[in-house]
């Protein structure tokens, strides 16, 4: 049953493809605000960990390579980009970017549990070539903690 429960934590947080995009919010996540540490428009990737941590347990870590693919377009491209990377499971939220920081949160739905909800949140920074998230989620008393140094490699 733990062994699952690792599993079904991974799948939520790592295994993660495709999400609908959702529009830009009147809080300045638009094309026209001007934000010169925008990340460049490009391929990035990332050397992410995740650390799971469920009572009882030793803590788990998996470690893996991500890649986020920014179109040209200012904020609402890089925040397309961000929520693509926790969907089909992560089916609404919110990212705001401004003067250089990241923060949302998003919610996510697993099916191996019948549906449950569970709320990610993350905060971090951004810079032309870099983007660095740090991902929080729990589930009851299971918690996961993702970090994602993505670095710009080129075009996409």
């Known amino acids: 049953m ?13 295994g993660c493809d495709k999400l609908p995009q959702m529009g830009a919010k009147a809080d300045g996540n638009s094309a026209t ?5 925008l990340p460049l428009p490009g391929k990035y990737e990332s050397a ?11 803590m788990s870590q998996v470690n893996r390579t991500d890649e986020l693919c920014i179109g040209s377009g200012g904020k609402p491209a890089v925040d397309a980009a961000l929520k693509e990377e926790f ?16 923060s949302g949160q998003m919610t996510c739905r697993i099916s191996e549990l019948r549906g449950a909800e569970s709320i990610v949140s993350f905060s971090g920074t ?23 140094p993505y670095r710009y490699v080129g075009t996409c």
């Open 2 to 14: 733990r062994g699952w429960a690792v599993a079904v934590f991974a799948l939520l947080v790592m």
């Open 33 to 37: 605000a001007a934000d010169p540490d």
């Open 48 to 58: 992410t960990v995740a650390e799971f941590t469920i009572p009882g347990e030793p």
């Open 87 to 102: 969907s089909p499971i992560c089916v609404s939220g919110e990212i705001k970017l401004k003067d250089g920081d990241i």
């Open 126 to 148: 951004y810079h032309p070539k870099a983007i660095d998230l740090v991902l929080d989620m729990s589930m009851g008393q299971a918690t996961v903690r993702q970090s994602r």
